[in-house]
């Protein structure tokens, strides 16, 4: 254990000699050894000992001390009123944090202050708005296995549970495969996760944090005992015994990082007395910190969207660009987001991540976009009454927190007074999707009028310091008010009586903080004071004085404000516990209003760029059987004048292409020099099929085609260095995946496959895929190469053809026409492309008499080399730490007689089998 995180062994050592809030310190730490504990002393956040010195250097604070009778501990300290953007970089910094309140009122206690861990604030339970980096989902992962106590068919099955703990959004799916899982998780890109005993971290990507958790909350009747308290019999939610345990695992979770006790890490059955820690107590609703906006379970299989891996995430652009200068909007759903709320962008966020496969799903989409579309007033209204939607769900939920100020219950009040308007706008809507969303945009009329009667229009951020609660709503509330004002009213006056009264024209009636109300007369006029004068200060210049009278007003003046303020206090609490029972209500109007504004935003992005409205195809329903034997599958996908959604903003021009697949031509060959359009023609095909299928209109001229189940990527060359994976390694598996995994009913992207290896090698890889994806696979296939002997390739296949793009030269320069037209290029134009990039003209024409060499040398192409290659991969797969029997089955592999695909098709299974084995 880190010693700056942890009590150092030497406060341990001591502990009883430790003063009380030291030890206080000591104990908090040992119970949250895996985070830094902030400790609340007065308006500050302290660490002491190594947390202290640590936090000075990373904060750049000042590193302090504090002296006490078992000696000198390091203390530094952050202002609690400024703690967040502390907090931010300890979090960036990799650390998780606990903070440690005080419970207690300091004059309202004799010993030392009570303080207690109110929050552990970690990636992926973040809830503050200054934390939250963006108004995307953040969410925290479960990653849970069967463990034997459910179904049989449970024990292999792997469970993945996603929360985003700032609004309610909580989603359970599993499988058997763990590639699926890892899929899912890249899709979710969730920033934290806890994986289960029998789960293996290699499921979580490199850049979620993954947090040791008490192994026991994943254990099955105690996740099912905290699944049931919220959501009622597991068994009617989730599917397994798996999917149980990632759930009930992640409310526990969830819970201790809002303060709960029962979930923290006990790796000891050592009584207290004998550790610093005590063990976990057990599930108990009284000790537990429940989030009560946690309402909804959704249960999902990922089979029910269009699966898209981390590689196709990240080649299409979809939430990140690849280029490292590029503006962050230049992804694909940056081109969509027209959103006018947070909510908004979430939902349309969600609908990208996951694309449907159903077409009357899509069509229902498509139908409220059209309708919108075609409404220009209507859906231009609706956007201005949605830039005044707060962010519903985040305020639901920190109001359910018990977390949300006066301010946040108007934000809620003012969003809902535009609901009415909304409604007004969809009242006479006619496709089914709107007029759903109508009847479900709820006013909340009550909620609103309680908070209109209760909360004034513009509060305080303060919630204790009275002026929240409204006059009028409160008879009670309002007597103490009258007391304090009617006091204040008879000091005003008794200025101008007391000086009728003394004579003295320069006396004042004045209030400080330390002494109250007082009479203040000069030096000068000290003879014409009354004798019921008590003298209170003397000052240089002058004496201030009070009145038995002055003496009782106040008393009535600062009692009445003290009740009044406790009175307000309580009066808020209760009005936001009565918003916070409506958490359902409100949530569904939150996701009503999310969908509302992600329609609306599609549809202001197809009338502004000029989409269409696609055509959605029924899947072939006899093709269920033809998966991966090439059989026809009915697929079609047809473009006329597509565009790149996001490259035409970019370009002062953009030349749109037709794309065209079906049955008897579902492989395009596609031939062309570098920087004529080969990449971005085949990304955009691929972006049109998924806007489709998100239920948006097009960047083209008419489109028609049927859902596709995945889409795969192999664009671009990138290395896992520290993985000791070569770029043409990284590339072979991202192939045998796709060998693997495709089917007639997916689209795969192939760009310039085998560039990592010998040109022979490289053909002899492009081609065997060529025909394996052809002739085993029957998917719809782009594939963008230089090798153009596979354009020949492409003539000898039933479902292939190809594809070129124009080029010119004028006066020895290319001329690149980014257009798309059929057959193969008449070559690959590098050396002209490497002029125009600037290279020295010695090395330009050293290229051209190679290139005529090589001409002229007619080399022939042989797999030859590719095989060899393959078997010296897979000896090497496992770095020669190869289990016996997978050694043996390399030595038996009768290479020679193995086409190139075979060979990395048998190397994949062998990897697999070693994966599953560690």
């Known amino acids: 254990m880190d010693s700056a995180l942890g009590p150092p062994e030497a406060m341990a050592e001591k502990r009883e000699e430790l003063t009380p809030m030291m030890r206080q310190y000591h104990d908090l730490c040992a119970r949250y050894d895996d985070a830094l504990v902030l400790f609340q002393v007065g308006d500050f956040y302290e660490t002491f000992c190594g947390a202290a010195e640590r936090t000075a250097r990373l904060l750049e604070i000042t590193l302090t001390s504090r002296e006490d009778s078992t000696g000198e501990y390091p203390m530094s300290g952050i202002p609690i009123d400024n703690a967040e953007s502390y907090i931010e970089a300890l979090l960036e910094a990799g650390y998780r944090v606990a903070v440690a309140d005080q419970v207690e009122e300091p004059g309202e206690t004799s010993g030392v202050v009570g303080r207690a861990v109110t929050r552990v604030i970690t990636p992926g339970t973040l809830t503050e708005d200054?934390?939250?980096?963006?108004d995307d989902n953040n969410f925290v992962a479960a990653v849970a296995r069967g463990d034997g106590s459910g179904a049989p068919s449970d024990d292999d099955a792997l469970a993945l549970a996603l929360l985003d703990v700032s609004t309610g959004d909580f989603l359970a799916t599993s499988s058997t495969s763990s590639e699926a899982i890892t899929d899912e998780i890249s899709r979710f890109d969730p920033s934290e996760a806890v994986v289960g005993p029998d789960a293996s971290t290699d499921l979580v990507p490199a850049d979620c944090m993954v947090t040791p958790f008490d192994a026991a909350v994943f254990e099955r009747e105690r996740a099912a005992s905290l699944l049931s308290q919220y959501f009622g019999q597991p068994d009617a939610l989730v599917a397994g015994d798996a999917e149980t345990r990632a759930?009930?695992?992640?409310?526990?979770y969830a819970e201790y990082a809002r303060g709960g006790e029962h979930g923290q890490a006990d790796d000891t059955d050592e009584p207290a007395d004998a550790g610093n820690s005590e063990p976990a107590p057990p599930i108990d609703a009284s000790q537990r910190t429940r989030l009560e906006y946690l309402t909804h379970l959704t249960r999902y299989d990922p089979r029910e969207y269009l699966l898209l891996d981390a590689v196709a995430l990240r080649s299409l652009e979809l939430f990140e660009p690849r280029a490292v200068h590029a503006r962050d909007d230049a992804t694909l759903v940056g081109a969509l987001d027209e959103t006018a709320s947070a909510l908004g962008g979430r939902k349309l966020r969600d609908w990208v991540r996951r694309p449907l496969l159903e077409p009357d799903r899509i069509d229902a989409r498509l139908d409220a976009v059209e309708e919108l579309t075609g409404s220009v007033q209507s859906r231009e209204h609706l956007h201005e009454l949605?830039?005044?939607?707060?962010?519903?769900?985040?305020?639901?939920?920190?109001?359910?927190?018990?977390?949300?100020?006066?301010?946040d219950l108007r934000s809620l009040r003012d969003t809902l007074a535009v609901v009415p308007e909304l409604r007004e706008r969809l009242a006479d809507a006619d496709c089914e999707r709107l007029e759903r969303l109508h009847e479900t945009l709820d006013p909340l009329a009550d909620i609103r009028e309680l908070i209109d009667d209760a909360i004034v229009s513009d509060p305080p951020i303060e919630i204790t310091a009275g002026g929240v609660i409204a006059e009028g709503y409160d008879a009670d509330l309002d007597d103490l008010r009258a007391t304090a004002r009617d006091g204040k009213q008879w000091i005003d006056d008794l200025e101008e009586r007391e000086r009728e009264r003394t004579g003295v024209d320069s006396l004042k009636v004045g209030y400080n903080s330390v002494h109250g109300y007082y009479i203040e007369v000069t030096n000068p006029n000290l003879e014409a004071v009354p004798e019921n004068y008590e003298r209170r200060q003397t000052l240089k210049n002058s004496e201030r004085?009070?009145?038995?009278?002055?003496?009782?007003?106040?008393?009535?003046?600062?009692?009445?404000?003290e009740r009044a303020d406790e009175r307000e206090y309580d009066l808020f609490c209760d009005v936001r516990r009565q918003v916070a029972d409506e958490v359902e209500r409100v949530q569904t109007l939150a996701d009503a209003v999310a969908t509302l504004d992600a329609l609306v935003s599609l549809a202001t992005v197809a009338a502004q760029y000029d989409y269409c409205?696609?055509?959605?195809l029924e899947p072939d329903a006899g093709s269920d059987d033809?998966?991966?034997?090439?059989?026809?599958?009915?697929?079609?996908?047809?473009?006329?004048?597509?565009?790149?959604?996001?490259v035409e903003r970019t370009q002062d021009s953009f030349v749109p292409n037709d794309a065209h697949f079906a049955d008897d031509e579902r492989l395009a060959v596609i031939t062309g020099p570098n920087m004529s359009?080969?990449?971005?023609?085949?990304?955009?095909?691929?972006?049109?099929?998924?806007?489709?299928?998100?239920?948006s209109f097009v960047p083209a001229t008419a489109a028609r085609l049927t859902p596709v189940d995945r889409i795969f990527t192999r664009v671009g060359a990138s290395d896992d260095i520290a993985g000791g994976r070569s770029t043409f390694m990284v590339e072979m598996d991202e192939l045998a995946t796709i060998l693997r995994a495709a089917d007639e009913r997916s689209l795969v992207l192939l760009d310039e496959v085998g560039r990592g290896t010998s040109t022979a090698d490289g053909l002899a890889i492009a081609q065997a895929i060529t025909e394996h994806l052809h002739d085993a696979v029957g998917a719809t296939t782009l594939f963008a190469t230089h090798h153009h002997p596979l354009t020949d390739v492409a003539e000898d296949l039933e479902a292939a053809f190809t594809l070129h793009f124009e080029v010119e030269q004028d006066e020895g320069e290319v001329v690149f026409e980014h257009e798309v037209a059929p057959g193969a290029a008449t070559g690959s134009y590098g050396v002209e492309v490497a002029t125009a990039a600037g290279v020295p003209e010695t090395v330009v024409e050293r290229s051209r008499e190679l290139v005529d060499e090589a001409a002229s040398d007619g080399t022939a192409v042989t797999t030859t080399d590719v095989e060899r290659s393959a078997e010296a991969v897979a000896?090497?797969?496992?770095?020669?730490?190869?289990?016996?029997?997978?050694?043996?089955?390399?030595?038996a592999l009768d290479l020679a007689h193995l086409t190139p695909v075979e060979a990395l098709t048998e190397l994949d299974r062998l990897k697999q089998v070693l994966e599953n084995e560690r």
């Open 677 to 695: 359009g080969k990449s971005t023609y085949m990304r955009q095909v691929a972006q049109i099929v998924l806007l489709a299928q998100v239920g």
């Open 875 to 891: 000896a090497t797969a496992d770095g020669g730490d190869v289990p016996t029997d997978i050694a043996a089955e390399l030595r």
């Open 626 to 646: 033809a998966t991966a034997t090439g059989d026809p599958s009915g697929l079609e996908i047809d473009i006329e004048g597509g565009r790149h959604p996001v």
């Open 545 to 561: 004085f009070v009145t038995p009278a002055l003496k009782e007003r106040e008393s009535q003046i600062v009692g009445a404000e």
């Open 130 to 134: 200054e934390l939250l980096a963006s």
């Open 386 to 407: 949605l830039r005044d939607v707060y962010d519903l769900e985040r305020l639901i939920g920190r109001i359910s927190r018990e977390r949300a100020n006066a301010r």
């Open 247 to 252: 759930c009930g695992a992640l409310l526990a």
């Open 613 to 616: 409205r696609p055509e959605i």
